[in-house]
């Protein structure tokens, strides 16, 4: 069983930053894709940024392009999203997850190829 513990979140002001860090743990970290995801009030969850296994791939969405960076440090076995230039848009619940199905180089872009997902982690950009 693979667990994923996100930390990192908070409140922050417009063109602040945070960086999150999500924790694996249960399987050989270097076997799978990461990924990002948030979720506002009312709204589905979405993909923000994914990483692929060999860290060599990385894929954002459009509207964090520029301000975010994913990556992924296999010794410590975390994944870290950080996040420049925050904006009041940007406020979700942001969940790590684990793809056990991904290419070496490929990274995971949907929901459903993902099998692993944490608890979440909250934040808010005030304006």
């Known amino acids: 069983q693979v667990q994923l513990v996100e930390s990192g979140g908070g409140l922050v002001q417009a063109g602040g930053s945070l960086r999150l860090s999500c924790v694996t743990s249960g399987r050989t970290f270097s076997s799978y894709g990461l990924g990002w995801f948030r979720q506002a009030p009312g709204k589905e969850r979405e993909f923000v940024a994914g990483i692929s296994r060999s860290a060599k791939s990385t894929y954002y969405i459009d509207s964090v ?60 950009v005030s304006s």
């Open 65 to 124: 392009k520029g301000r975010f960076t994913i990556s992924r440090d296999n010794s410590k076995n975390t994944v870290y999203l950080q996040m420049n230039s925050l904006k009041p848009e940007d406020t979700a619940l942001y969940y790590c997850a684990a793809a056990d199905r991904s290419g070496f180089f490929a990274v995971a872009t949907t929901i459903g190829q993902y099998d692993y997902w944490g608890q979440g982690t909250q934040v808010t």
